[in-house]
């Protein structure tokens, strides 16, 4: 099955700088990869997706970049605001799978 | 449209003690999930179902049941509670399969095993 490695697990970044989390994949069937962010006692929710036919996809601050070659892809936060501070988690899904295979998660801590 | 609703959404249990956590969604769903979430671990898949009358065991299934009898329902069951199963469950529901829907989830529910 699909295995995702998510990195770094925590991640502190002063107001305004950017974050960058990256997660790597082993199933090369695999075709979308969503991230979905966890507020402090919170459910998750998604922010952002991208399907393996697409290389990078933004949505205001937020963008995902896809190397299929390597089998990895990354989020990325611009000009990060304290309410950015969450748990992110990313995701793979395997061709022919019914599920969603989630990385360990990255703290982000946004400092003011 | 109160989307995926948990209950209960606290409890707490003695070793060996059996209990049900019901999920409910009112957005006309097919597919249906628990997950648990433990510190450092993420989220981990236990039961899916794709359609009313229909389960599949997931990545950690040992020591669950579960059952959907209605479509909007989807229930998981712990016949005989360890304090491994310690942890914050999850359930979510999706409109068409996962490669092509977004997962919502409930609020979680809280269970603690001693």
């Known amino acids: 099955g699909e295995n995702v490695e998510q990195h770094p697990s925590t991640l502190s970044v002063q107001e305004g700088d950017s974050a960058v989390i990256k997660c790597t994949y082993s199933d090369s069937a695999s075709n979308y990869f969503p991230w979905y962010k966890q507020e402090l006692g919170k ?51 395997g061709a022919g799978s019914y599920q969603l295979t989630f990385g360990k998660g990255t703290k982000l801590s946004v400092i003011p | 449209n109160a989307g995926v609703t948990q209950t209960p959404k606290f409890r707490v249990l003695k070793t060996g003690q059996s209990m049900t956590l019901l999920c409910a969604q009112d957005m006309n769903h097919e597919y249906m999930y628990w997950y648990r979430q433990d510190p ?28 959907r009898l209605k479509k909007q329902n989807f229930l998981l069951g712990l016949e005989s509670a ?19 829907g977004e997962l919502f989830f409930g ?3 809280r269970l603690t095993v001693l």
């Open chain 1, 43 to 93: 459910r998750p929710q998604l922010i952002i997706d991208i399907r393996s036919n697409v290389g990078e996809k933004k949505d205001q601050r937020i963008a995902v970049t896809l190397n299929k070659t390597a089998k990895h892809f990354s989020l990325h936060i611009t000009e990060t605001q304290p309410e950015d501070s969450a748990v992110y988690f990313c995701a793979g899904f």
């Open chain 2, 82 to 100: 360890a304090p491994s199963q310690t942890s914050v469950y999850f359930c979510a529901s999706s409109r068409v399969g996962l490669d092509t």
């Open chain 2, 40 to 67: 450092g671990m993420g989220l981990r898949l236990i039961h899916y179902s794709v359609g009313e009358g229909t389960t599949a065991k997931g990545e950690v299934p040992d020591g669950y049941n579960v059952s």
């Open chain 2, 107 to 109: 609020e979680g529910s």
